[in-house]
């Protein structure tokens, strides 16, 4: 009784029968289509923060998070590593030596990066212990030279746990060329599998050997691998201790060598949201269509309110909250099934999998055997807020245009 006029006006429009079922049946699909243009949004978002976040546990536990490295091979590694551990973000730290080189078996090869571990600390800093397909990390002992390979590099040579393959190291010399090749052969003692790149392009040996590698002296590491409570700190963390050691160290963080891969999926990220933003606007406008129709259809109302002395602004005030509240339900309805769906994702796959009988997405090609879904409510109020934005501005032209019909103008064509 109390309510404005042109609310009161406009949602009874919006559940009144209308005359011509046409515009009805245009104005349920509009809500349709909008809802489902909001659930695929909030889905396919979902999903894609479920792969990222997939691919940061699994590459980033592989990785270290931070590196402190000594201008020279550090002699006394466990000192640099209790400096590092007073720091309130590192959680924990472990040797490691990293090198490049060739993997070389009956004829075939392949780029390797090799990372030399402590068996023992290695667990503290990475994930690779719980990944172990074949064989354990102890059994890289010390000057038998064992190498723990990925499953892609396996597979790609068909390597099994006693195999022996040829590891080429170059090495600066003063001969004419500047670099010669150094060859160490090593002995497959174990397979791991994180699910991604890395299982075919990291090689693990025993820090120890790596030294001899190196030549250096026994004990001598290049860096301390840094395990940290937020990895996103990184940077900050790194270059904080490396400040309090002085210039004879330096820092490298994950950002420095994987932070083009996670810039590259918060890309394709952004550009698929704005695509689909694109769908919700086509349901969004949608509602056009509809209150140029439904303008077309009242035009007597329109004509004995503006006799009953409406303004032109409330005229176009009932039509902007018609096409609100088709945009709000729309929305709403899309918002509240895209989180039912999101969060129910990976059983709605894996139950479509165990009636057909046929596996979407299997190991030996993705990374993963299910469909990742992490629903962030952030990402749920924006597609919503953009999606009822959009569907207000829907509203203003032809809410104009009935504002612009004169009484006589529109009874002259009932």
């Known amino acids: 009784m109390f309510r404005p006029l042109a609310v009161f006006i406009g949602a009874r429009y919006t559940r009144a029968k209308r005359r011509n079922h046409y515009i009805s049946f245009i104005s349920l699909t509009s809500m349709i289509g909008l809802a489902l243009g909001v659930l695929a949004m909030i889905v396919v978002l979902s999903v894609m923060n479920g792969f990222q976040k997939e691919m940061s546990a699994r590459v980033l536990g592989m990785v270290p998070h931070a590196a402190i490295a000594g201008v020279q091979p550090l002699d006394d590694w466990r000192s640099l590593a209790r400096t590092a551990l007073d720091h309130p973000q590192v959680q924990s730290a472990a040797p490691l030596t990293e090198l490049e080189g060739m993997l070389s078996y009956k004829g075939a090869m392949q780029p390797i990066q090799v990372q030399g571990i402590d068996p023992h600390e290695e667990p503290k800093v990475s994930i690779v212990a719980g990944h172990m397909e074949q064989g354990r990390l102890a059994d890289l002992v010390p000057g038998e030279f064992g190498v723990v390979i990925g499953e892609i590099t396996a597979r790609r040579f068909g390597l099994q746990v006693g195999d022996k393959l040829t590891l ?45 590698l190196m030549r250096w002296q026994p004990g001598q590491v290049q860096s301390v691998r840094l395990a940290l409570k937020d990895l996103y700190q990184a940077p900050q963390v790194a270059a904080g201790i490396v400040g309090e050691l002085g210039a004879a160290y330096r820092a490298v963080d994950w950002t420095q060598t994987q932070g083009s891969l996670f810039s590259a999926m918060q890309m394709e990220k952004t550009m698929i949201g704005l695509l689909l933003l694109l769908i919700v606007a086509v349901a969004a406008f949608n509602i056009v269509a509809t209150l140029i129709m439904v303008v077309a259809d009242k ?116």
């Open 299 to 414: 035009g007597a109302d329109i004509a004995i309110l503006r006799t009953l002395g409406a303004t032109p602004g409330q005229i176009m005030a009932i039509f902007m909250v018609q096409g609100t509240v088709i945009g709000a339900l729309g929305t709403l309805a899309g918002g509240v099934l895209g989180v039912v769906a999101a969060l129910n994702v990976s059983e709605l796959i894996a139950w479509l999998e165990s009636v057909s009988g046929r596996q979407i997405l299997s190991s030996d090609i993705y990374f993963v055997s299910y469909l990742p879904s992490d629903l962030q409510m952030l990402d749920v109020l924006l597609v919503c807020t953009a999606a009822f934005i959009l569907s207000f501005l829907a509203t203003l032209y032809p809410s104009w245009r009935a504002a612009c019909i004169q009484p006589a103008e529109a009874l002259r064509y009932e």
């Open 168 to 212: 080429i190291v170059p090495e600066l010399s003063d001969t004419t060329g500047g670099i010669t090749p150094r060859m160490q052969r090593l002995t497959v003692v174990g397979l791991f599998k994180v699910g991604a790149e890395l299982d075919g392009s990291l090689g693990l040996i025993h820090v120890a050997d790596a030294a001899q």
